[in-house]
């Protein structure tokens, strides 16, 4: 528990009370779905190329990935290296023609909506499987930002974890809930700023404590010379091909991932894009490279003041702010970690109330629903799915990684395939793309039960891959998509 809380307390109500006049003045600024779920297309590339990183990183850039390199050192920057890689590919893949092919799709706010009418799928059949995916992943990943933000409040304020999760819940939900798509983004731009902020601060100053860059590869290396070498493991074991792919591999879930997807529809233009793809990729680096330290220098901190047992790695960030800074600079700095949390959870909460309300209510229950109508269901959809969401994460044993790899494979095994094709090859039809998003999200859930072997590669690999086949043979076996799909393809294309 930190000493002087008061302070931490204060400065934490402040934070909050922050966000919340961003959620409040944006619902004034909501009028209909796609104000809620898209912010009426009207981001400029800052607070988009902020908003889809923050929304990306959540309380694993603060937790997970510090507490992966206090744990395996060097080796953690084949998943940095994959995640970056991912981050500008997908920009320069993917965001302009997704802003622009959305668009011509019938003005699509969704991405199950997308793929219907990319498609032309009358039955709904492709809208509504794909709607299930993403409440089926977002749960768990909606629980892996509780579970980070239940760790926060717990080591903070001292509380007990069930009572912490619960705080931590309701601060998401409460402007998740007003604002839509304005009040996540904007308030992604503070959270990016202040997360990036506490990345580069906090390992900078601990290594100067702990004597100066000069000082700490030297004593890492007597730790423990495995530490630094990106090719053993901490125990002097090789590293296998399958641990690298399995890393690296981390890059592909972005071309599936919802809530960043939702960035690049919701850019202003398309001149908009190379601006935002710049600041997105320098912003994901020097956050993982500050994370990675975190957990570098956590590691000395711990053997000379803990006698090198913390327990949980995943609070080394915590723990190292509570030993270098005063209560309200600890409290504005553990802030960040509360930021990351938010800026994820909410955009997950809110891509799948848009899946609950305009997929599955709107195409099914009521189809002559009203845009108030729909938007006050995504609104009832946002408290419904946190609460089953705080229940996935009432474990306290849970891992934010954990939770967070099997969402992400199985996101970018079900939607990546799919999407890409979707925006490069006029022969894709409906057929092949339902194919595609139902074998890769299976695969990876079955995949995810077997180990050993082959077994033990990250559930992603073969679900993009199976996916892929998937969709071409059956494109290819059921015949060219109908003339329609292909001159609104040709119409996309033509705008480019």
């Known amino acids: ?85 991912g981050t500008w590919l997908n920009w320069l893949l993917v965001a302009k023609r997704l802003r622009t092919y959305s668009v011509e799709a019938n003005d699509s706010l969704t991405l199950p909506e997308f793929f219907a009418n990319r498609f032309n799928d009358t039955s709904k059949a492709l809208q509504v499987i794909s709607a ?10 909606t629980s892996s930002g509780l579970v980070a933000g239940g760790k926060l409040f717990e080591t903070v304020f001292g509380l007990d974890y069930t009572v912490a999760l619960v705080i931590g819940t309701v601060c998401v939900v409460s402007y998740t809930l007003f604002g839509g798509f304005l009040a996540v983004s904007w308030t992604d731009l503070v959270q990016g700023l202040l997360m990036a902020a506490a990345l580069i601060m906090v390992p900078l100053i601990a290594v100067q404590m702990t004597g100066g860059m000069g000082e700490l ?32 591999a981390w890059g592909l879930g972005y071309f599936g991932q919802p809530h960043i997807l939702a960035r690049f529809k919701g850019i202003r233009s398309n001149e908009d894009v190379p601006t935002a793809r710049r600041i997105a990729v320098v912003w994901s ?56 949390i938010m ?40 408290v419904g799915l946190s609460l089953i ?22 996101f970018g095994a079900a939607f990546g395939p799919a999407l890409i094709l979707s925006l490069y090859w006029k022969g894709m039809n409906r057929n092949g793309a339902l194919a595609g998003v139902i074998v890769g999200g299976v695969t990876v859930v079955i995949w995810k039960q077997i180990s050993g072997g082959i077994f033990d590669l990250y559930e992603i690999v073969p679900g993009i891959i199976f996916a892929t086949i998937a969709i071409i043979a059956v494109s290819k076996a059921s015949g060219e998509p109908e003339q329609s799909v292909q001159d609104q393809f040709d119409a996309f294309r033509s705008k480019l």
């Open 389 to 410: 969401a705080m229940l996935l994460a009432f474990n306290p044993d849970s891992t934010v990684l954990g939770l967070v790899s099997y969402a992400w494979a199985g």
């Open 285 to 340: 680096a020097l956050s993982m490279a500050g994370a990675i330290l975190v957990g570098l220098v956590g590691m000395l901190y711990v053997d000379s003041q803990m006698g090198g047992d913390l327990g949980d790695g995943e609070k080394i960030f915590m723990v190292l702010v509570n030993a270098m800074f005063n209560p309200i600079v600890a409290g504005i700095l553990l802030a960040a970690i509360l930021a990351a």
């Open 132 to 141: 299930f995916f993403i409440l089926l992943f977002f749960l768990f990943y």
């Open 217 to 248: 590869m030297p004593a890492l290396e007597a730790k423990n010379p495995e530490l630094l070498t990106v090719w053993n493991d901490v125990k002097g074991e090789p590293l296998s091909w399958i641990a690298i792919v399995s890393l690296m």
């Open 1 to 85: 528990m930190i000493e002087n809380t008061g302070a931490v307390i204060g400065t934490f109500l402040v934070y909050l009370a922050v966000m919340l006049g961003i959620g409040i003045y944006a619902y004034k600024r909501t009028a209909n779905s796609a104000d809620y779920f898209l912010g009426g297309r009207s981001l400029g590339p800052w607070p988009s190329a902020l908003s889809a990183g923050a929304s990306d990183m959540s309380g694993w850039l603060l937790l997970g990935l510090p507490g992966y390199a206090f744990a395996s050192g060097m080796e953690s920057l084949w998943l940095a290296g994959g995640l970056l890689a």
């Open 343 to 382: 800026s994820t959870a909410d955009s997950q909460l809110l891509v799948s109330s848009s899946a609950l309300a305009e997929d599955f209510y709107k195409q099914i229950i009521r189809k002559d629903a009203s845009p108030a109508e729909v938007v006050m269901v995504g609104r009832v959809a946002v």
